[in-house]
């Protein structure tokens, strides 16, 4: 079945037809780290059923490119098999909304053979700290295992201008260590592209400007970025080769780098609230004013309020608590109390809200003890000095239970 992949693996050592042809590009080892390579998936092309392929991430996994040209690469590479993938990229999002978004978005799906993951630009641009970030990507693998302990994962850092600068500084960007740190504890799959991109442009090999162009990547990027990944698919495969009889066999589940990773998270009805005079359930929410959106996060139920001094109660179970707002130009201050404690205040207004509706999501406690507790909500008097309003429109509430 992968005796053919020993030639195709040939073309992964060329030259990406763009680059400068007298430079010999640098090899794939440095940024692929096989892990415990991609057994389960290889494994269920025997099993007579449909293979599904999930991919979830922010934009640069929902535009065409990397991930079109992994689709097409398998069904090319595996005509008889019956491939499902699934497309969980949405823009704008990082790891935090992952861990929330995976049960819906993916794992309700059905049965996922191979998952791709990839935040690391997302969480940067997003302000996203280094420990929620060990929390939310923890949280997700062991979710999707506990779910399915055959699942295999891949980890991928893409990469942007801030970790070329980094790298150029013999640093590793938090981002990319943080990702690294999951797949190395968990024994995953993981590709460095971050690091590949920097090392491949201080070869000579090509130019930001002149060829990648920006962190939603060119063709050039994209096609790139599949090649890295299409050389950890055919490593696996290889690696395969000599094994006569492949088994499913679930994978073990460490212990967590952390107690408090994000392991149940998920999205709680926003039905489940308690309205007091100022809030409201609107079903079908979409902008008045003209401002773009995200899919899947118009023509939703939303509890918007505008006013200050609206306020709402949520009952709820679990560890953690948050929301998932849409951040317009009129976003307000929302003051928020877990448990009668006090009041805390957070700004929901971005510097993308001028021309978005922006999915934004806010983790507002995280380590409770288990059992019920109860969330308070309150639009503030006071606004950022640049939004034009004092509303707050949320989508979902997010609990870990």
């Known amino acids: 079945m992968y005796r053919h992949f020993a030639l195709l693996s040939v073309s992964c050592c060329l030259l990406l037809t763009t680059m400068a042809q007298d430079i010999k590009p640098l090899p794939y080892d440095p940024y692929i780290q096989s892990g415990s390579g991609l057994r389960n998936f290889y494994a269920a092309f025997g099993k007579g059923r449909q293979i599904t392929v999930a991919f979830l991430g922010g934009s640069i996994t929902n535009m065409q490119g990397w991930r079109n040209k992994v689709d097409s690469f398998l069904r090319q590479s595996y005509p008889a098999i019956d491939f499902r993938f699934i497309n969980a990229g949405i823009p704008s999002l990082g790891s935090l909304p992952h861990v929330f978004r995976l049960q819906r978005d993916v794992l309700d799906s059905g049965q996922i053979d191979l998952l791709f993951l990839e935040a690391a630009v997302n969480d940067h641009v997003n302000g996203t700290d280094s420990l929620t970030q060990v929390h939310t990507l923890e949280g997700i693998v062991r979710h999707a295992r506990k779910t399915n302990p055959a699942m295999d994962i891949v980890l991928m850092a893409f990469a942007d201008s801030d970790k070329t600068k980094d790298y150029d500084n013999n640093q590793v960007p938090t981002e990319v260590a943080n990702h690294a740190l999951i797949a190395k504890h968990y024994n995953l799959p993981f590709i460095n592209l971050a690091k590949e991109v920097h090392d491949r442009m201080r070869h000579g090999e090509f130019s930001w400007e002149k060829d990648f162009k920006d962190l939603h990547p060119s063709p050039f990027g994209q096609q790139l970025y599949f090649a890295s990944i299409r050389e950890l698919l055919q490593r696996c495969a290889m690696e395969l080769e000599k094994v006569h009889s492949l088994n499913i066999l679930p994978y073990p589940l460490p212990k967590a780098l952390n107690k408090q990773a994000l392991e149940n998270g998920r999205y709680y009805s926003i039905e489940n609230a308690r309205l007091a005079e100022g809030w409201e359930l609107i079903p079908n929410w979409t902008p008045t004013e003209g401002l773009h959106t995200r899919p899947g996060f118009v023509h939703k139920p939303m ?34 109390s877990v448990d009668n404690g006090p009041f805390k205040e957070v700004d929901l207004f971005t510097q993308w809200s001028k021309s978005l509706h922006l999915p934004w999501y806010l983790l ?17 008097a006071e606004k950022n000095s640049q939004s034009a309003g004092n509303a707050c429109r949320i989508v979902y509430f997010l609990v870990n239970d």
Do not use: E, R
């Open 364 to 380: 507002l406690g995280n380590d409770l003890k288990k059992g019920k507790h109860t969330l308070q909500l309150k639009i503030a």
């Open 303 to 336: 509890l918007v309020a505008t006013t200050p001094g609206a306020t709402l109660t949520l009952p709820f179970k679990g560890t953690a608590i948050g929301i998932a707002i849409v951040s317009g130009k009129d976003a307000g201050i929302l003051s928020y």
